[in-house]
């Protein structure tokens, strides 16, 4: 697996999400960030076309973000994993969803869903 990275910090987007009545509402704010492990044969080539393109996948991030309705955080995570590796260049993602807020004497509050290609493929087949 490459160990090469690219990522996108603290995405503030907004979004429904949560269990509570006026979270189903009312839209608030999420952090997003995103590490992709890819190899970067564009580091030879200098050539776009041989590397995951971060404006897509934070293009796609933000539609998927700011269209969704999930109650989870967990979940929201998970589908943005799923959309990162959908680049076939992208073998793995790491993907941190936070809530700005959510608890009281806290900064935020947040999950971190960790995939590889493969274990997206395994989880298809069961």
Known sequence: MAN??????DLLL???????EEERHNKQDVVVNITLYTDHTAAASDDIADTVNYKTIAK?????VEESQFYLVEKLA?????LCLADPRVERAVVTVEKPG????ARSVGV????????MTSAEKH
């Open 102 to 105: 959510a608890l009281r004497f």
């Open 60 to 64: 796609q991030t933000i539609k998927l």
């Open 14 to 20: 907004r979004a429904i999400i949560g269990i509570n």
């Open 78 to 82: 998970l589908e943005i994993t799923e």
């Open 112 to 119: 971190t869903v960790d995939r590889t290609r493969a274990d």
């Open 4 to 9: 090469d990275q690219i990522h996108i910090k």
